[in-house]
């Protein structure tokens, strides 16, 4: 304990899951320190300054399903920095071709996207007759089978007619940017997840938000003061070595050769790290995490001396252009209408292994040559400015398999638990999963500390619309 008898916890790590964890243990009294490597708060989500305008490492994106991660913007007092979609409306666009529209009506689920399929040019009659059987097997699944984490979602989709023009015209376009993987790669428990959660548990669920604030602000100088506001302790560039279970229920975290003794640690880092810090038998698959593997996300941010589009977003199909964004508003620091009339476009590329070897200025030249193929205007604009930013390892691998090596926040420590949007929260990686994990890390430390008047509440998703009994999914040996 403190000395004011308050018990101490210690937070490694000052991402969205960790300050998750630091503000739901602060506001229920325990004396927190949170160590944090880097010289900012925010983790995976952060900006950077050049020429005058900020630009986001990565666009993010989140869903109105996606409620622990709104409530920790309201308890940050950044809501009103984002933009939430009032109706779902998704642009595609492809060279050549009449956009098209994936949105939603104010019909019931599954009904709410139905006028809008029927209608989507980019599939042939054909494949749009074949989407609605296959949405209703989708919705039949039953999350808790595990062997849906046996195969991948594209041999589902293939067994459930889906063609590959479907996949890459329809499928692909979401599950591709939420799992951060293409459906031939990615796991059935987690895309099942996305269209279950995202699409068939109420119309409203797949509105899309996003930052209209630089993600450091959005994130980590909110955080910061809302930490401080809560009486918790934040170090940064506090690089932690090790976690230590000292026994008589205390643990100690190593950070630049001191030992800080606490009652309570939640360990909020990626799970190559959360592997070096955690002591040998923490977790039965402690070697495992190194399976989990990751995946990369590259965006490709193009400054036009004019603007080329009225469109907020948009996907791109038939281009290697995967998702793009209107960034003028947070390039400057949340002002519309933008400075001296330039328009701001993010490229956002996930599962981007194929592009980390380029070259900036490969990347950048293709890039704006790929826009202008997308948006006419862009053909006359000038290119004042341009960046590349990568993250290496911006998600774990979401492949079959990937769930059995996703650990729960408990550990074999006493009073040590884990965080982190790789962790079992059944959510890909995400926004969401990151705070969801913080809270329920949070969760099992205080009640360790027997701090149980008002523990943290991880909200339950509302179940998906189902057309009548769920069915497992076949073991994969029958499925290949």
């Known amino acids: 304990m403190t000395g004011s008898g308050r018990p101490r916890v210690v937070v490694v790590g000052g991402g969205l899951a960790g300050l998750s964890a630091g503000l739901a243990c602060a506001d229920r009294g325990a004396a927190v320190t949170l160590l944090e490597s880097r010289p900012r708060l925010g983790g995976a989500t952060w900006s950077f300054e050049r020429n005058g305008r900020w630009f986001d490492n990565g666009q993010h994106v989140f869903l109105r399903c996606c409620s622990a991660y709104r409530e920790l913007l309201e308890r940050l007092g950044t809501t009103a920095g984002t933009r939430l979609q009032g109706r779902l409306a998704i642009p595609v666009l492809s060279p050549g071709r009449p956009v098209a529209w994936i949105g939603r009506s104010s019909l019931p689920v599954p009904l709410h996207v139905a006028p809008s399929l029927a209608r989507y040019r980019h599939l042939s009659v054909r494949d749009r007759l074949r989407l609605a059987p296959a949405t209703v097997a989708l919705a039949r699944l039953d999350l808790a089978d595990p062997s ?76 910061a003061l809302a930490l401080a506001g809560a009486g918790a302790a934040v170090r940064l560039r506090a690089k932690v070595s090790a976690v230590e279970d000292q026994g008589a229920e205390r643990v100690a975290v190593v950070a630049g050769g001191e030992r800080i003794v606490a009652d309570g640690v939640v360990v909020a880092v990626p799970h190559d790290a959360a592997r070096q810090l955690l002591p040998p038998g923490a977790l039965p698959c402690l070697e495992g995490l190194a399976d989990l593997g990751t995946s990369p996300i590259v965006d490709v941010h ?21 998702w793009l964004f209107d960034r003028t508003a947070s390039a400057h620091g949340g002002q519309d209408g933008g400075w001296r009339g330039e328009q701001v476009i993010a490229v956002s590329l996930s599962a981007a292994d194929q592009w980390l070897g380029r070259r900036p200025e490969e990347l950048i030249e293709l890039f704006r040559s790929e826009v202008a193929r997308l948006l006419p205007r862009a053909r006359s604009a000038r290119l004042v400015d341009a960046v590349v930013s990568r993250e290496r390892a911006a998600t774990f691998a979401a492949v079959p398999g990937a769930a059995a090596l996703r650990p729960g926040p408990r550990t074999a420590l006493p009073r040590v638990a884990l965080a982190g949007a790789w962790t079992a929260t059944g959510w890909p990686a995400t926004m969401e999963g990151a705070v969801r994990s913080g809270l329920a890390a949070a969760r099992q430390v205080l009640a360790e500390l027997d701090i149980t008047r008002s523990l943290p509440v991880v909200p339950e998703d509302r179940p998906a619309w189902s057309p009548g009994p769920r069915r497992p999914s076949p073991p994969a040996e029958v499925a290949a």
């Open 148 to 223: 849906l984490d046996h195969e991948t979602f594209g041999t589902w989709l293939s067994r459930h007619g889906q063609s590959e023009e479907a996949v890459a015209g329809l499928w692909d376009l979401i599950t591709r940017p939420t799992v951060n993987l293409p459906a031939s790669r990615a796991s059935l428990a987690m895309a099942a997840k996305v269209f279950q959660t995202g699409l068939l548990s109420e119309p409203a669920a797949a509105d899309i938000g996003w930052a209209r604030l630089p993600l450091s602000r959005l994130h980590g100088e909110a955080a």
């Open 302 to 322: 193009l400054v036009f001396d004019r603007r080329v589009t009225d469109l907020e977003l948009a996907a791109g199909l038939g281009t290697p252009v995967q």
